[in-house]
């Protein structure tokens, strides 16, 4: 019996990865995805999305089959030029605060689609300077 719930037990812990599913990715190979805000552009040359400072890109996702699950969403950040340590990328979810740092590169969070199935994403250069922009691709839910 022990062995048997070991072995239900490391199936479950090994098998969960191997049933992820990826819902939308955003690669902004051709245009800006459906992404809108303020501020926002296609940057055609690195074929990924920019945000200018102080401004916001976002998009709501749909997923009516999932509502009220918690997603991971990862997304790749480029900041422009030197920030300061008081200048952040700011990201919520439906409102909610996911991530507020000066870090950029590979980002991961978890959020939580709302009763219908929507995850409204939004990203924000929050910086001092007009030369402090961000690029964004690769978003993954």
Same mark, same amino acid.
């Given at each position: 019996?022990?062995?048997?719930? *070991?072995? *239900?037990?490391?199936?479950?812990?090994?098998?969960? &990865?191997?049933?992820?599913?990826?819902?939308?990715?955003?690669?902004? =190979?051709? /245009?800006? /995805?459906?992404?809108?805000?303020?501020?926002? @552009?296609?940057?055609?040359?690195?074929?990924?999305?920019? +945000?200018?400072?102080?401004?916001?890109?976002?998009?709501?996702? +749909?997923?009516?089959?999932? &509502? =009220?699950?918690?997603?991971?969403?990862?997304?790749? #950040?480029?900041?422009?030029?030197?920030?300061? @340590?008081?200048?952040?990328?700011?990201?919520?979810?439906? %409102?909610?605060?996911?991530?507020?740092? =000066?870090?950029?590169?590979?980002?991961?969070?978890?959020?939580?689609?709302? %009763?219908?199935?929507? *995850? #409204? *994403?939004?990203?924000?250069?929050?910086?001092?300077?007009? =030369?402090?922009?961000?690029?964004? /691709?690769?978003?993954?839910?």
């Amino acid at each position: 019996m022990k062995a048997l719930n *070991l072995f *239900l037990f490391l199936f479950h812990l090994l098998a969960m &990865p191997l049933f992820a599913v990826t819902l939308d990715t955003d690669t902004f =190979n051709g /245009d800006v /995805d459906g992404w809108g805000g303020s501020g926002e @552009s296609w940057d055609a040359g690195g074929q990924r999305l920019a +945000i200018n400072r102080d401004q916001t890109g976002t998009k709501t996702f +749909i997923f009516a089959a999932y &509502p =009220n699950q918690v997603v991971t969403v990862t997304l790749d #950040a480029t900041k422009t030029a030197t920030w300061e @340590s008081s200048d952040v990328i700011e990201i919520t979810a439906n %409102g909610a605060s996911v991530y507020s740092s =000066n870090a950029d590169g590979s980002i991961s969070f978890n959020a939580t689609l709302n %009763g219908s199935g929507q *995850l #409204a *994403l939004t990203v924000m250069p929050n910086t001092n300077n007009n =030369n402090e922009d961000l690029y964004i /691709d690769n978003v993954s839910i």
